[in-house]
């Protein structure tokens, strides 16, 4: 009687596996679909033992030797006139030694916004081409405005590390769409996603100096310490640290590292002692300013001998127009912004010093650039840019805040009469086509291969130039090897290093912003005057040749010109996915998630839990809400919920045997309170508008009865720029009431949040335009 087998044991059955793998490998049997596929992929030969076999070792992609490190400095709303080697009075010794190794590009030329421009840097690609034709709040529904890089644009740091680089990004991101910045992502853009092997980053358009909300680390938020903490400094601290991490473990590799400075966009926030530096330094004004820095240029070799100034930019009053004590506040503006552009420049003098001392200075292409011009966002200037759309200040409110403008309570802005003076001599700002608002600084350094040392170069380049030139500089390919990939649509500048006269990478470029065109042919560039198909629009004409900052518009007598340019640039929007062209106002534009409705309307939330990004949490300002707390112990202090922060934002807490429920807009404030029970069990925080955006009724439910209510005309509007927090507030706080964190002391179990995510009809949203059009208000 023949005996059953005995099952092999688990551990039987892989080695079997593996003997029949090896016998596959040395051909003693036939092969399985599955060896034969493994076997496609395995260069070696495998043999039953490994004495017997030839291994396949693999190899990461290897640089040629000597191929160069890249460090780009990007900064962030800096015109064109604001450092020292582009004119300005602010003292950037460091940028300017940058400069004097290198070269300071005259006609670099970016898109007007800093996610477009970042978007095009990164790629090579449009900003339209690469999905970004605005900014990323949301994503509008057509190809070139999804406000999410798109999968088919290969990233700088994807290109150069497919071919062996080391990759690294510090600072500014903002490429991915707003949705997308949460701890549960998606995070298909992110750094680490596109390319980077380490990032220390900050999501969204902007970022407290002080006390950042939203700081991540690869793909985890992280908390800055409170105490003495600048972004800037942190920044800066970081790049040397990825250089000194790198240079031990990976020294034998190039690196590209990008460093994105938030600064200088708002809020402007300095510290206090850089401020004092430059007090004074600003009395004189913007017109007296705006004329010097014009002269500096000129003796520069910037910008010809005989350019002169173009009138006052709309809106902006004459210095000596304006009353001392509004002269005063005015100044302080400009001493911040000062004082924050100074606090970069010494980060860079640090990081250029590490790479002397590294020996690596040489052959490492150091390009800093700004993704657009200076910014009118604060119009006349604001201690807080936020409450622009909430009614603003009076004149006295501003006057009391004086001395805590740039600090750590101010969310400041400057005037579009300082933002003109950044950028001399050109007209209009960031958002525009006009030169104002493209027109940017671009200083180039290689030491050891441009022999050119403080030299100025005229070839227009654009921003979608500088990856095919940094790669053409590393001799790597302008293409990339993955599948799908777009083809990049930016030309080489490498010829420009050693050659003043070389010619411009490109005849032609378009473009486009928020409805806003121009077309450079040549040296002919139409702009125009209006937004695209709405009343008053029409194409100005310039000959930048004769006229490089646009101030004798020649369409009447050229109209055979203008023709040609019109057809160029419909052709150029055409091939690069810039229709529809975006027709809605800037405040519909910044408010299309909360305008156009739907979504998500309920979070249910276990405490305790991480913040919520502001991109990601409930849009409760200008709907209705509520907050439904479920509590296992009532507690005697601390924050139940805060969304935003003092600036804009609501927030609930338990103070000195009261409950308290705020929206604060400084310096507005609509507060009420009630006593807080030691047996409560449950408590609502609710806003009902009865007339959207503003008018309604917030109230406060204990255990299921009203305790507190108010009615009022002017409930906010906005989206605050810090998440929500449960139970907790870190960063900034959202009311001065108390100091951060005050967490609560009780125990919190559930949060039910609910809002009326119903979409705002024409009427509703003709009224929150109407308030953020509104001029600030006067005395009364």
């Not at 009395?283 to 350019?307: F, H, I, N, Y």
């Not at 506040?329 to 590294?358: C, H, K, N, T």
């Not at 369409?555 to 052709?571: C, Q, S």
């Not at 805060?642 to 807490?653: E, K, R, S, T």
């Amino acid at each position: 009687m023949s005996r059953k087998p005995e099952p092999l044991s688990r551990r039987e059955a892989i080695v079997a596996g593996i003997a029949s793998s090896a016998a596959v490998g040395v051909g003693l049997s036939p092969a399985s679909a599955e060896a034969r596929a493994e076997g496609d992929a395995f260069k070696g030969r495998i043999a039953p033992v490994m004495s017997a076999s030839t291994p396949d070792i693999r190899h990461d992609p290897v640089p040629a030797p000597g191929s160069p490190n890249i460090l780009l400095i990007i900064l962030d709303d800096v015109g064109f006139a604001d450092l020292g080697c582009y004119g300005s009075e602010i003292p950037t010794p460091h940028i300017d030694r940058l400069a004097a190794s290198g070269l300071r590009y005259t006609n670099f030329r970016t898109t007007g916004v800093c996610s477009a421009t970042r978007a095009s840097v990164m790629t090579g690609l449009n900003p339209h081409s690469a999905g970004i034709g605005w900014l990323t709040f949301a994503d509008s529904g057509y190809p070139g405005y999804r406000g999410d890089l798109a999968a088919e644009a290969t990233t700088m740091a994807e290109h150069f590390s497919d071919a062996g680089y080391c990759a690294y990004h510090v600072g500014k991101w903002h490429v991915n769409l707003a949705d997308t910045a949460n701890a549960a992502g998606p995070t298909r853009n992110w750094p680490s996603q596109r390319g980077y092997a380490r990032s220390y980053w900050f999501q969204g358009h902007s970022t407290d100096y002080f006390a950042p909300a939203q700081l991540y680390a690869g793909n985890e938020r992280v908390t800055p310490p409170v105490e003495g903490y600048y972004a800037t400094d942190d920044f800066t601290e970081k790049t040397l640290a990825f250089l000194r991490d790198h240079r031990a473990q990976r020294g034998d590799r190039p690196f590209l590292l990008t460093l994105a400075h938030p600064g200088a966009h708002s809020p402007l926030q300095a510290p206090r002692e850089d401020i004092a530096r430059f007090k004074g330094a600003y009395d004189a004004g913007w017109d007296v300013l705006r004329a010097a820095r014009l002269e500096r240029q000129k003796a520069m070799g910037l910008v010809p001998a005989d350019t002169g100034l173009p009138p006052a930019n709309p809106g902006v009053p004459r210095w000596e127009s304006l009353d001392p004590a509004e002269r005063r506040v005015q100044a302080r503006y400009m001493e911040v912004y000062a004082a924050m552009i100074a606090r970069i420049d010494e980060g860079v003098g640090r990081i250029l010093d590490a790479l002397d001392a590294s020996g690596d200075r040489d052959n490492t292409i150091v390009a800093l650039m700004s993704d657009n011009g200076g910014s009118p966002d604060g119009r006349g200037g604001t201690p807080n840019l936020l409450a622009m759309v909430n009614g603003g200040y009076k004149p006295a409110e501003v006057a009391e805040r004086l001395d805590a403008i740039g600090g750590p309570d101010s969310y400041p802005m400057y005037s579009l009469g300082w933002a003109s003076v950044s950028n001399t001599p050109f007209r209009l700002y960031k958002h525009d086509t006009h030169l104002g608002g493209v027109a940017d600084p671009l200083i180039l350094s290689w030491p050891g291969k441009v022999a050119a040392r403080g030299e100025t170069r005229g070839q227009f380049l654009h921003a979608i130039d500088l990856l095919p030139t940094l790669l053409d500089a590393a001799a790597l390919p302008a293409r990339s090897a993955r599948p799908g990939a777009k083809p990049i649509e930016g030309r080489s500048a490498r010829a420009s290093f050693a050659d003043r006269a070389a010619p411009d990478p490109r005849d032609r470029q378009y473009f486009e912003m928020g409805g806003l065109r121009a077309m450079r042919l040549g040296s002919w560039r139409i702009v125009s005057k209006g937004r695209f198909g709405l009343p008053g629009d029409a194409w100005e004409l310039y000959d930048g040749d004769a006229d490089p900052n646009e101030t004798r518009d020649l369409a009447a007598e050229r109209p055979d010109i203008v023709k040609r340019l019109d057809r160029a640039w419909t052709v150029e929007a055409r091939k690069h996915q810039v229709f529809p062209i975006d027709d809605r106002s800037l405040l519909e534009r910044s408010f299309a998630e909360l305008f156009r409705g739907g979504g998500k309307d309920h979070w249910s939330i276990i405490p305790p839990i991480d913040l919520i990004p502001e991109e990601s949490s409930p849009k409760l300002l200008g709907r209705d809400f509520e907050i439904d707390m479920a509590l296992g112990d009532a507690g005697r202090q601390g924050v139940l919920f805060a969304h935003g922060n003092q600036f804009l934002g609501a927030v609930a807490f338990v103070r000195d045997g009261r409950v308290w429920f705020e929206l604060r807009c400084d310096p507005h404030l609509i507060a009420l309170d009630a006593p807080w029970p030691a047996d409560v069990r449950r408590v609502r925080f609710v806003q009902r508008l009865s007339a959207r955006p503003r008018a309604g009724r917030l109230s406060i439910l204990i255990d299921g009865r009203e305790v507190a209510a108010l009615d009022s005309g002017r409930l906010l509007l906005g989206i605050p720029m810090q998440g929500l927090q449960i139970g907790r507030n870190d960063a900034v706080r959202a009311s001065p009431r108390y100091a951060g964190p005050f967490a609560f002391d009780g125990r919190i179990d559930r949060v039910e949040i609910r809002t009326d995510n119903r979409p705002y009809d024409k009427a509703e949203i003709a009224a929150a335009s109407r308030a953020y059009a509104a001029p600030a208000r006067k005395d009364s």
